[in-house]
């Protein structure tokens, strides 16, 4: 049997093919041109991560545009030290349904009439009230600057703490993998000596529980380390699709044994050096200038005004329309004061909220030193104990090494039973997880001790 297909479907098989083919070639296109606009580095290391995280992070971003948006108050705020100026043209009909021959009008019960003129008017004096703008606009750009100084800041300490969980997970994993391998080199040792009648089917049960219960840590393990890699990616600002190549490097005991300086003097460069301390000084002098804006309205205020107009009536028969406009040019220029007398206590109650905003102020910078030395005393305490577990843990592994070997040649021996083997291995791998724990505590508080002396 032969099957025809028709003209007109062959057509259709053609052009969904050929918007196959367009659509493919479109994709293609906006895949080469994403991956040309997003150059992702081929290896990442903590310091990597930094820069293209300061480079690319959306609060980073985000506060960059709350400067521009000041820079732009800024600028509005300087141009109203300036004068205005305002041009007027008006067009008005007027109908007069009893006429009057006396009237300028003259017969007609319909009058057409134009105004044109330039008014200017200029704030001469307000008690400061606009230079006090100026200032705090001015001083809300620093604030501003801050702001992305203190975004750059958290996303950094944001990235040490999980390169560091990411570094501790991948140690952790190596453990586990450690003890995944012991667990079934002993279960297939136990498994032949059940074939020879050396052991009991028992001990063979037990190794089995063993080997699946290292399998299942082994795995929590690896899911802990890919959510860790995850959590980076976010931080990032990368699609979950982009390959990332981390440079693991454990670091030596040298590192995490090394000394830190004394915690005042910590805290005394801190002062110097995290942008939320001048943030907080600077918002204390931004509400002392709103005390002083608050009390400019007890001033009065002059103004200069000028303006300069004409008119004319288009079916007005005396004059043309030039001579109209030249008969009615004025000039006006004039100066008023606008005295404040009684404002039913707006201005006061407005410097006195005011004084209240700038003892907040005040309160809140002593706050925020008071939580930054708190922040450093933690970690530097941290630092220190997590030191000492070091030291303690490294021993506590070395012996626990030393007693499971032991363990291990008594148990081939016939000397020990299963159950002490197993117990002596588990000792092992929790005090080489202890090791680990307190080897990343340590570091992690030396990254932040750095962070706030300004060395990361």
């Not at 367009?22 to 150059?39: D, P, R, W």
Request: proline share 2%; hydrophobic share 35%.
């Amino acid at each position: 049997m032969k099957y025809i297909i028709h003209p007109f479907y062959s057509q259709q098989v053609n052009t969904i093919s050929l918007c196959i083919m367009v659509a493919m070639f479109l994709l293609t296109g906006i895949s080469v041109a994403y991956s040309q606009e997003k150059t992702l580095p081929l290896q990442w290391d903590l310091q990597t991560c930094i820069g293209y995280a300061l480079e690319n992070n959306i609060q980073i971003k985000q506060s960059k545009v709350n400067k521009e948006t000041g820079l732009v108050d800024t600028k509005l705020a300087k141009a109203a030290m300036l004068p205005s100026l305002s041009a007027s043209v008006g067009q008005t009909l007027s109908n007069y349904p009893f006429p009057d021959d006396n009237a300028s009008s003259g017969t007609s019960s319909l009058s057409v009439s134009g105004s044109y003129g330039l008014n200017a008017t200029w704030t001469i004096f307000d008690g400061g009230s606009r230079i006090t703008d100026i200032k705090q606009a001015e001083l809300n750009n620093r604030i501003a600057d801050l702001e992305i100084d203190e975004s750059k800041n958290n996303i950094k300490l944001a990235i040490i703490q999980n390169y560091m969980q990411i570094l501790y997970a991948n140690e952790a994993l190596k453990a586990y993998e450690n003890a995944v391998e012991l667990s079934k080199a002993q279960l297939e040792s136990n498994k032949i000596k059940l074939s020879v009648g050396s052991v009991a089917k028992s001990d063979v049960s037990q190794w089995e529980s063993q080997y699946a219960s290292d399998n299942y840590n082994l795995v929590n393990a690896q899911t802990t380390l890919e959510n860790y890699k995850l959590q980076l990616k976010q931080l990032l600002e990368l699609d979950t699709l982009d390959s990332m190549e981390l440079v693991l490097t454990p670091p030596d005991g040298e590192d995490v044994l090394s000394l830190i300086p004394d915690k005042q003097t910590i805290y005394q460069t801190a002062l110097h050096v995290m942008p939320q301390i001048r943030n907080s000084e600077l918002n204390t002098e931004y509400a002392q200038l709103g005390i002083e804006k608050a009390k400019a309205g007890f001033y009065p205020t002059v103004s200069l005004q000028a303006n300069t107009g004409t008119g004319n009536v288009y079916n007005y028969s005396g004059y043309s329309f030039g001579s109209q406009l030249k008969n009615n040019w004025n000039n006006v220029i004039g100066l008023s004061v606008s005295i404040p007398v009684f404002s039913n206590r707006t201005v006061k109650s407005a410097v006195e909220k005011a004084g209240i905003n700038m003892y907040s102020s005040q309160l809140n910078e002593l706050s925020i030193r008071k939580e930054l030395y708190a922040d450093i005393e933690t970690a530097y305490l941290n630092t220190l104990t997590s030191q000492a577990q070091y030291i303690a843990a490294e021993e506590k592994v070395k012996y626990s090494r030393e007693s499971y070997d032991v363990m291990d040649e008594q148990f081939i021996l016939g000397l020990k039973n299963t159950i002490e083997m197993l117990t002596e291995k588990n000792r092992l791998i929790t005090a080489q997880q202890e090791l680990l724990q307190a080897k990343y505590t340590a570091l992690l508080n030396i990254k932040v001790l750095e962070y706030y002396q300004g060395l990361i």
